[in-house]
């Protein structure tokens, strides 16, 4: 069974930093392309991140661009959201995604994705 566990959010203050933690569970997270989705209260969900499953590439939302950083480490087949400079437009809640089926190309389509449970991120002073 697929399931994604997320945890590591919290309130920050704005321009403070926090580490989310992904953790995978029936599936290898270096084999399947990855992404972070979020959706803030009363919007839609927008993608923030993602990893190619081969070579590891990386891509960024224009919003999160030079503040954020995906990564994963294959052996605890965990993945991460180094997220910094945070900003109280960055409130939301974070979901580890997996897509449903591959893709040819990483999707920044959130419906594309299942979703774990979420953690919550809160930046306010």
């Known amino acids: 069974e697929v399931k994604l566990v997320e945890s590591g959010g919290g309130m920050v203050q704005p321009g403070g930093s926090l580490r989310l933690s992904c953790a995978a569970y029936?599936?290898?997270?270096?084999?399947?392309?990855m992404s972070w989705v979020r959706q803030a209260p009363g919007k839609g969900p927008e993608w923030v991140s993602g990893?190619?499953?081969?070579?590891?590439?990386?891509y960024y939302a224009d919003s999160v661009k030079g503040r954020f950083t995906i990564s994963r480490d294959n052996a605890k087949n965990t993945l991460y959201l180094q997220m910094n400079s945070l900003k109280p437009e960055d409130t939301a809640l974070y979901y580890c995604?997996?897509?449903?089926?591959?893709?040819?190309?990483?999707?920044?389509?959130?419906?594309?994705?299942?979703w774990g449970q979420g953690t919550q991120v809160t930046v306010s002073s």
């Open positions: 995604a997996r897509p449903w089926v591959p893709t040819s190309g990483l999707s920044r389509v959130p419906k594309d994705y299942y």
């Open positions: 029936g599936f290898t997270v270096s084999n399947s392309d």
């Open positions: 990893i190619e499953a081969a070579g590891g590439r990386t």
